[in-house]
Nanobody, 124 residues
Framework: QVQLVESGGGLVQAGGSLRLSCAASGRTFSSYAMGWFRQAPGKEREFVAAISWRGGSTWIADSVNGRFTISRDNAKNTVYLQMNSLKPEETAVYYC?????????????????WGQGTQVTVSS
């Protein structure tokens, strides 16, 4: 089993940056692909980014491509989401998730474990 704890959220002005972290428990972190999703009030959970077991492959949602970067440090059992040029409409709770496979990484239901989420608020 994997436990995930997100951090790094907060309040930022439009155009600003934040770096989210997701710390995982357990010795099998490197066996999981990792993803970031977000959910705004009244909206469905939305794919943001994913990264393969060793970080050799990444997938980024079109809406954030060029502004967000996902990375991981398996020695620290941590995955990161660097978010630049943030927009007010990106205000949401951001979640990290762990996936045993490499299929359907853009689909929330394919993930096996989820963190509690961290709030990101972008003011205009």
């Amino acid at each position: 089993q994997v436990q995930l704890v997100e951090s790094g959220g907060g309040l930022v002005q439009a155009g600003g940056s934040l770096r989210l972290s997701c710390a995982a428990s357990g010795r099998t972190f490197s066996s999981y692909a990792m993803g970031w999703f977000r959910q705004a009030p009244g909206k469905e959970r939305e794919f943001v980014a994913a990264i393969s077991w060793r970080g050799g492959s990444t997938w980024i949602a079109d809406s954030v491509n060029g502004r967000f970067t996902i990375s991981r440090d398996n020695a620290k059992n941590t995955v990161y989401l660097q978010m630049n040029s943030l927009k007010p409409e990106e205000t949401a709770v951001y979640y990290c998730a762990a996936n045993r496979g490499l299929l359907e990484l853009r689909v929330a239901d394919s993930y096996d474990y989820w963190g509690q989420g961290t709030q990101v608020t972008v003011s205009s």
